[in-house]
Each structure stands twice: as structure tokens, then as C-alpha cells.
């Protein structure tokens, strides 16, 4: 059986708090951090980027997966935030790991779940006997207009995945995906940040998908939200995942250990693979856990996992996800984070 | 002029209609009131609508949704008179009837608002205020019944939580209206901790952005009768205007437009706010709720504020007022919430109202207004 081997989180040192944004544009902190349960982001060095972070994420992966990166046959990046337009992030991080040249790459792109993506098409490679390992990656230095409400939740994080036949920490039973042609949030080429539709993002977009691949795949599966110790979805503010996981029957305790978005920020590709690492973080030989992404566009991936025996050997062999996002952490000023994202320049 | 009976009225759930266009918003409603007063043809039709062009790229609408109900060749006009569209529509249908100049008049209102963002939503309702004395300076309307709403404290010792409990009447009214785009209850202190929109109001003041339409169809009263209806005749119209910018006001806590409006329709149809049973007013924000109970005389000057307090407005109380939930639970689709406020009279004083039926109802009226207050039109109601 197919599944997970490694699973890896990169998530980077700078936070920046949502008073501080606010307080520059005038706004309201209390409603941002009571309304969206929302109180500061993740954000990237100047020097980072949706590679660099997919390259600390997969090395994460394979210390837990323990495999020679060679024998890996494809690497995927889901990112909306790729460096370059034409040129691909995949072949670095390939070169990088040494998993070059006997590997398929691509880069992947579809709004927040990209990264899924990613996830579902090299585990689906492995299952089909056409690969022996495959590394899925969701990684985003996700961008929000200054002063729009995305400021306050756009950050940046990268989680990696190796899936394979053997030694599996989590085998994966199920996947289904769920997708319509929904134009809630979009960026044309050369433009630097993002639109959306407003509210328009909520009920007939992130609650329809998600209802409808989670639904899917417990269809499928014959499976009830009972029978799922832990349950992540897409996390574009703190609200979202427990209204959704509430309209389909999950209770809060099976939504936490993967809920990062407050402290974290939405990490767009990076959103709910960055929640599965933390669930498996914590979690148990035979806990049940689905995974939900959400991408704007739009559409949702669904995974069913079971975590087996070995996560227990592999999770103290790279850090865990909750003390990336609490330990070492450097606050910044409104200042220094539009310096640290390129929203200010020097002069030449 | 003839008697003007309402035989017909359609409404259909408001809110976000991001699965409905303006047309099938609009077709719905009219052929559920041609439905409920057993017509299948009309004379003429009436549109009020403030700004289907800003809001959804489409003017012409009076030929396109006579068109879409299958009406045309009949003659159809558009009344536009920002938000008290609906309502001066319902007017221009009544003096078509009563004049005899046509039998069946169709009057209805359309606004479909959610196409847009909220900021380009915000330009679109800031055309209703003076765009190069008002507008010019960066205000909306939330920021000009403010401005009221700060004045009238000052004058009168209104408080904030008495505009608060404003929001809450109505909504505990609303919930129980299943058209409404909120229906469910708030409190005063969600209301008092709800987001700052301008100072003193908070969000919870302010009526929504909505989707929604209303249709009333009006025929000759007698030969209503013939038909064996329950008769619900409009007994008197008033409209007024007053300077479009707060600023040229002597007192902007004073509604002039509505008090003139309303002198008009007390003496067109020969009652007195004591004979008001039921009424349905124009409260886009908390604040104005209060100005327009002064305004029509249903309590003094500056008493709108204790009014509400005491419970006098409550649906059981001395004057119900907006037993709808009015704009702020319903929803507020500028050009159709004039002639909602008809279609809720009407159903009320025909007793259909079910859970929010306020017992006995006569004699009703309906205030819907424009801008801050520049346009007002009322109308009175009376079931035979």
C-alpha cells in the first residue's frame, strides 16, 4: 500500500503582529483578531523564497523518511509565489536534495491548493508503480496588497511530503477532488498582489468546495466525521476551519492540533499541508486523518490517512511544526516587513 | 380620482443572490404577486430601481424586465429616486390607477447589489448624496447619519445604547420574517461591540448590501370588490423634498422631507398618527429610525430615542414600527425596499403575517426615503 514516508514543515522566524499592521493603515485591530481569529504571520527573510523554504521543508522530510534522494522519481512544488515566471522552481530544489537527473518535475499552480496538488499527483504516481518515491511540496511567500484584508493573514511557510510503498508513518486510504469554475480570488500575469471577490470567497467558494470534497471522500470511503481522530482544512483565517468543520460534524478537538492560521497566518499552498505535519506531529499509530485543502479558482483535494507504528520513530528526528512557529521567533516592525517583502525598495 | 386597491404582492427571500441575476430576481417576485392577485396581464408597469447601471452594468430595465416577464408591448418606466425609488414608484402606480388611465398596474423595485465589491457598492450609494458639495469631501452615508446621529445625541440627549436598541427591535421582528436576509436576534452589547463603521455607528447600525426585489400589483378598488378580495386600498400619498446636501440644513436632526410628506398623507387621506396602527419605516441606519418617528408624529421632537427605549415601537407596543424587521434585518435593496415596506403593510393588515402579525391592523403606512433625507415619500393603507 501506498502512503506517506516522510513528512517535513519549514516555516520561517519572522512574525509580524496584527496590531502593528493595522495600526499603520488605520484599521481595526480587535475586529481582524476577534472577527478572524487572527493575532500575527509568518514572514519571509529577503532572501527566501518559495525554493528555499521547499528545500529546509524536504530536508525535513527526508530525515524522517531516511531514503537515498536519488531513488526519488518525481518532485512537485504547488506555489503561487514561484520565483520566476518562466524557469522552475522544481529542478532547484531537485539539484539541491540530489535528486537529479533521473526525476519528473513540475511546477504546480492552482490558488491555495496547489500544494495538494502536488501531494495527490506523486502519491497517485507511487500507487501506480511508475515512480518508487515522490515528493510533494506546498510552499507560498504569499502575497496580500498593502492595506487589504489579506495583509493581515498572507505569510509564509513550506510543508513537504514523500510518499512511497514502504516503511509508511501514514498509509493513505482515500483521495478524492472536488472542483468548479468559481472566480473568487484571482492575479493576472504582471500583477504583483492578488484580487478577490469579497465575501463572495465564503459560501459559494471555500464552504461549497470544501463541503463537497470532504462529503466526497467520506462517501467514498464510508466513513462519518466520528470515525476521524484529527481533520484539517484550508486555514485562510482562524474562523473559516471551524465553520466549515462545524457544518459538516467535526468538533473542535479533532480540528486544533492542525489549526495554525493564528499564529501563523495563511500560508496559501502551505495552509493545510503545513496542518497535516502538525497533526502528525502528535499523533497516534491508527488515529484516522483527513486532510481538506482549498484553492481558489476553485476546488478541494481530499486525503484519508492512518497513521501507522513508525511515526513514532520519525517524529523526533526533525523539528515539529508547533516549535517552528512558537521558538526562535523575531518580531517585526511595519517597516522592516515592507523591506523584508519588497514593498519598499532601496535606491540603486 | 378612483379608489387604488393593492390585490396582489410577491416578495421572495433576500440577501446574497450571487446565483440570481436582476432579471430572475425580478421575474420571481412580479409573477408571485400576478400569482396572488389572480391577473395575467397588466396595463403598465412601474420599476423602482436607483442604480442598476452602477451595480450591475444595465440601465434600460424598465423595457428589458417587461420583456423578461413576458409583458411587453405594455408601457414600463423606471422611477429612480435613489433609495426611496420603490416608494415613489408605488406613488407614480397609484395616480396611473387612480386617474383611469389603466386598470392593473404592476409596481415593483429591483436592486441587485452583490455583483460589485463593497467599495465600488459604497460609490454607488454615495451617488444619492451631493456629489460635488458632499461626496466631493470624501463622505459616505454612513459618515452623513453620523453626523445626525451626533447631533441628535447632543440635542436631545439621545444615547448610544438607545440607538442600539433600534437594531434589536427590528431584528427580533426580522427573525421571524422568512424573506429577511438576517433573520435572526442580536443584543445591545453586540450592537455596542460590533465594528466601528463611523463614529457613533457601528456595523450592527447599519442596514446591508442586498440582493432583492418586491412587486404590488394595483387595481380600480371597486372593482377589487367585485372580485371578492380582501380590499386593502391606498388612502393617501405624500412626497416631498428637501436640500439634497445635511449641510444646507437649519437642523439636521430634523427630517423635513418626511414631515412634509407624511402632512400630506395624513390630510390626503383624513387621519392622524393616533390612527396609525402599523408602520414601516426607512431605518438604513439606526439613527434615522429615531428622526423618522418624530418626523411623522408619532412621538415629539427629540423623543425618538426614549421612544424605542420604552418599548413604544416594539411590535406590541403603542405603534409597532417596522414589524418586518425593517431595513436593517430584512435587508436593504435600495430601489425594491419601498415597495417591500407596501408589500409588509398590505400582508399585515390582510392578517397574513403569521408570527409577527401584529393583531387588528387597519390602517398602516409606509416612509421610505432617499438619501439623508432629501427625498421622502409616504403612503397610507387602509383594509376595507
Not at chain 2, 67 to 86: F, H, I, K, M, W
Not at chain 2, 233 to 252: F, N, S
Request: aromatic share 8%.
Amino acid at each position: 500500500m501506498e502512503g506517506i514516508i516522510g513528512y517535513g514543515a519549514y516555516i520561517p522566524r519572522n512574525r509580524i503582529k496584527v496590531e502593528e499592521i493595522a495600526k499603520v493603515w488605520g484599521a481595526d485591530a480587535p475586529s481582524y483578531k476577534k472577527g478572524l481569529m487572527l493575532e500575527e504571520k509568518s514572514v519571509p527573510s529577503p532572501d527566501q523564497d518559495t525554493i528555499t523554504m521547499s528545500v529546509e521543508a524536504t530536508k525535513n522530510a527526508l530525515k524522517r523518511a531516511l531514503i537515498d534522494p536519488k531513488d526519488i522519481g518525481a518532485v512537485y512544488i504547488g506555489s503561487e509565489s514561484h520565483p520566476y515566471a518562466v524557469k522552475p522552481s522544481g529542478t532547484v530544489l531537485a539539484e539541491a536534495i540530489g535528486a537529479t537527473p533521473d526525476v519528473h518535475t513540475a511546477d504546480l499552480e492552482f490558488a491555495c491548493k496547489a500544494g495538494t496538488e502536488g501531494m495527490f499527483i506523486a502519491l497517485n504516481l507511487v500507487a501506480s508503480g511508475a515512480i518508487k518515491y515522490g515528493l510533494g511540496i506546498g510552499a507560498d511567500t504569499s502575497q496580500g496588497a498593502p492595506g487589504d484584508a489579506l495583509e493581515y493573514s498572507a505569510a509564509a511557510g513550506a510543508a513537504a511530503f514523500i510518499f512511497g510503498k514502504e516503511n509508511l508513518v501514514a498509509k493513505a486510504h482515500e483521495t478524492y477532488s472536488y472542483m468548479t469554475d468559481t472566480p473568487d480570488f484571482w492575479r493576472r500575469e504582471y500583477q504583483y498582489y492578488p484580487q478577490h471577490g469579497g465575501r463572495f470567497t465564503g459560501d459559494p467558494a471555500y464552504f461549497k468546495h470544501i463541503t463537497g470534497a470532504a462529503q466526497g471522500i467520506m462517501d467514498k470511503a464510508g466513513m462519518k466525521p466520528q470515525d476521524f481522530q484529527y481533520v484539517i482544512f484550508h486555514q485562510p483565517n482562524g474562523k473559516f476551519p471551524f465553520r466549515v468543520g462545524k457544518m459538516l460534524g467535526f468538533q473542535k478537538e479533532q480540528i486544533e492540533p492542525g489549526w495554525l492560521v493564528n499564529k501563523l497566518g495563511n500560508t496559501y499552498s502551505g495552509s493545510s499541508p503545513l496542518g497535516l505535519t502538525s497533526t502528525l506531529d502528535i499523533s497516534q499509530p491508527g488515529d484516522m486523518i483527513l486532510l481538506v485543502s482549498y484553492g481558489s479558482g476553485a476546488g478541494s483535494d481530499g486525503f484519508i490517512f492512518e497513521v501507522t507504528d513508525r511515526i513514532n520513530e520519525v517524529r523526533e528526528r526533525a523539528p515539529k511544526t508547533r516549535d517552528l512557529l512558537s521558538k526562535n521567533v523575531n518580531y517585526l516592525e511595519y517597516g522592516e516587513y515592507a523591506k523584508f517583502r519588497h514593498k519598499i525598495r532601496k535606491a540603486d | 380620482m378612483r379608489e387604488v386597491a393593492a390585490i396582489g404582492v410577491g416578495i421572495t427571500k433576500w440577501g446574497e443572490l450571487w446565483k440570481k441575476s436582476l432579471r430572475d430576481i425580478y421575474v420571481e417576485t412580479a409573477l408571485l404577486a400576478l400569482e396572488d392577485a389572480g391577473v395575467d396581464r397588466i396595463d403598465s408597469m412601474y420599476v423602482g430601481s436607483m442604480s442598476s447601471g452602477l451595480f450591475a452594468g444595465q440601465e434600460h430595465i424598465a423595457a428589458l424586465l417587461a420583456d423578461y416577464l413576458g409583458q411587453a408591448p405594455v408601457p414600463s418606466t423606471r422611477v429612480e429616486s435613489a433609495c426611496a425609488s420603490g416608494g415613489l414608484a408605488l406613488k407614480q402606480g397609484y395616480l396611473e390607477v387612480a386617474s383611469g388611465m389603466s386598470d392593473v398596474v404592476l409596481v415593483s423595485g429591483v436592486e441587485k447589489m452583490t455583483d460589485v465589491s463593497g467599495n465600488e457598492a459604497t460609490y454607488a450609494l454615495g451617488t444619492a448624496a451631493d456629489q460635488e458639495y458632499e461626496g466631493y469631501h470624501g463622505i459616505t452615508f454612513p459618515g452623513l447619519y453620523a453626523l445626525i446621529a451626533v447631533a441628535h445625541m447632543e440635542k436631545y440627549g439621545t444615547t448610544r445604547e438607545q440607538l442600539a436598541m433600534v437594531s434589536v427591535k427590528n431584528h427580533k421582528n426580522g427573525s421571524k420574517n422568512p424573506v429577511a436576509q438576517f433573520p435572526f436576534e442580536i443584543t445591545v452589547d453586540q450592537v455596542l461591540n460590533s465594528v466601528m463603521v463611523a463614529d457613533p455607528l457601528r456595523i450592527l447600525d447599519c442596514s446591508p448590501i442586498t440582493d432583492g426585489a418586491a412587486a404590488i400589483i394595483l387595481y380600480p378598488a371597486e372593482l377589487a370588490r367585485k372580485m371578492g378580495k380582501p380590499v386593502v386600498k391606498i388612502i393617501g400619498t405624500g412626497h416631498a423634498t428637501d436640500t439634497i446636501a445635511l449641510a444646507q440644513r437649519t437642523d439636521i436632526t430634523w427630517l423635513n422631507s418626511t414631515y412634509l410628506a407624511a402632512k400630506s398623507a395624513y390630510a390626503m387621506a383624513d387621519k392622524k398618527p393616533e390612527d396609525i396602527d402599523i408602520v414601516e419605516v426607512h431605518d438604513c441606519f439606526t439613527i434615522a429610525e429615531i428622526c423618522v418617528t418624530e418626523a411623522l408624529g408619532f412621538v415629539e421632537r427629540g423623543k425618538g430615542g426614549e421612544a424605542v427605549e420604552k418599548g413604544l415601537t416594539a411590535i406590541d407596543g403603542k405603534i409597532p414600527v417596522n414589524p418586518s424587521g425593517g431595513l436593517k434585518s430584512k435587508g436593504h435593496p435600495v430601489g425594491a425596499s419601498g415597495v417591500a415596506q407596501a408589500v409588509e403593510v398590505v400582508k399585515q393588515l390582510r392578517g397574513d403575517c403569521c408570527d409577527r402579525q401584529v393583531p387588528d391592523s387597519r390602517i398602516g403606512m409606509t416612509q421610505n426615503m432617499g438619501g439623508s433625507g432629501a427625498s421622502s415619500v409616504v403612503h397610507i393603507f387602509e383594509r376595507e
